[in-house]
């Protein structure tokens, strides 16, 4: 019997995000201590995020069962189709569903899932506690009817970008960072990613935005739209970004597939900036249009009140997933807390 992480070696794999769903897992925003200025706005936006999911798939939603009722409210005014909501009693510390939630793997030959229970230590440790969005993989197992696949390693969905056929994409800033896993080497954590998520090969990226507690997540930077094609972020000359989403740009560029085919990089601009309130805890937010999120039939995307550049980045993601609605969500105050769409969520094959 291969060990636990070994799902490689039972066929399993890691699938691009663009395949068929079963449906999307979400942690509603609990936390008082989070957007505790906007709370009323940004619940309201929330709950029109899952009302867009839920009116193309099937929405799982963490939620004590206490607060289940308010919240079936919120998703009702919203216009969400109650019929394809799920109300999960699993408590939560935060709302980063694709940090803390299970990572799903199929078995194409079967047909099987499994779920992989990733450690979870809040991005180095950075907010705590943390405990209750370790254990919402096991909990989504249990009351999902899926295998558990525990990995001994810390990392975060967010750190994870599959083309579906093999190829991981990942960042150095992250996954080498020794606020998650110091005493793993380069070569010993990337051999944990091949083995618990049935990939073949790694890329990676060298690093993330500015100022982003993620400390660098692919999931804002770069995009795999097909097997051989990528959407990367790009940034002005002057920008802070400018530095490190050029040097990620030169190695999706000079990427080469063990056929030696290279992939193809369609840039995509990030936001202007988006400033935080005064005395926010960093000097400005890793807003980026690269944390959309796919569901079946269509594409959800973030905008971020400017007109111009919102719909510029709408128009460049529909191009890529041609034959699906592109759903634009307001994200200015989602952003506030460092994410968007991608990262308040995680798919279910």
């Known amino acids: 019997m291969p ?5 490689a070696e039972r066929g399993f794999t890691m699938p691009a995000e663009w395949e068929e769903q079963r449906a999307i897992l979400l942690s509603w925003p609990l936390n008082p201590a989070t957007w505790e200025d906007r709370r009323n706005e940004l619940e309201a936006t929330y709950a029109g995020f899952a009302a867009a999911i839920s009116r193309f798939e099937a929405v799982k939603i963490d939620c004590v069962r206490a607060e289940q009722p308010r919240i079936l409210k919120l998703l009702s005014d919203a216009g969400a189709d109650v019929a394809h909501v799920e109300l999960l009693d699993v408590p939560t510390n935060d709302a980063w569903c694709r940090d803390h939630g299970p990572v799903c793997l199929v078995n194409r030959s079967t047909g099987a899932r499994i779920l992989d229970h990733f450690q979870y230590n809040a991005w180095g440790g950075k907010f705590p506690p943390w ?3 370790a254990a919402v993989p096991e909990h989504a197992a249990a009351l999902l009817g ?13 750190a994870l970008e599959s083309n579906g056929a093999g190829l991981l994409m990942t960042t150095e800033s992250v996954m080498l960072n ?3 896993n110091p005493s793993m080497t380069r070569a010993q954590i990337g051999d944990m990613l091949m083995r618990s998520l049935g990939m073949d090969e790694i890329l990676w990226l060298k690093g993330g935005l500015f100022c982003d507690d993620t400390d660098g997540h692919i999931d804002t930077l770069a995009r795999f739209v097909r ?16 530095p490190m989403l050029d040097e990620n740009l030169r190695r999706l560029r000079e990427y080469r597939s063990r056929l030696g085919k290279p992939l193809d990089v369609i840039p995509l601009p990030l936001p202007g900036p988006v400033a935080p309130p005064d005395g926010w805890r960093e000097e400005t937010l890793p807003a980026s249009y690269a944390n959309y999120l796919l569901v079946n039939g269509a594409v959800l995307v973030p905008s971020y009140r400017q007109p111009r550049n919102d ?8 191009e890529c997933f ?5 759903v634009s969500i307001d994200c200015a105050d989602i952003i506030l807390e460092g994410g968007a769409l991608h990262c308040l969520s995680q798919n279910l094959f």
Do not use: K, W
């Open 322 to 326: 041609p034959g699906r609605t592109v």
């Open 227 to 242: 097997p051989d094609a990528v959407l990367a972020c790009v940034a002005p000359e002057g920008s802070p970004n400018a």
């Open 3 to 7: 060990e636990p992480t070994c799902a």
């Open 311 to 318: 719909a510029r980045a709408a128009a460049i993601i529909g």
């Open 178 to 180: 020794p606020n998650r």
């Open 131 to 133: 405990d209750q969005d």
């Open 146 to 158: 899926y295998e558990r696949n525990p990995v001994p390693m810390v990392c975060e969905g967010g």
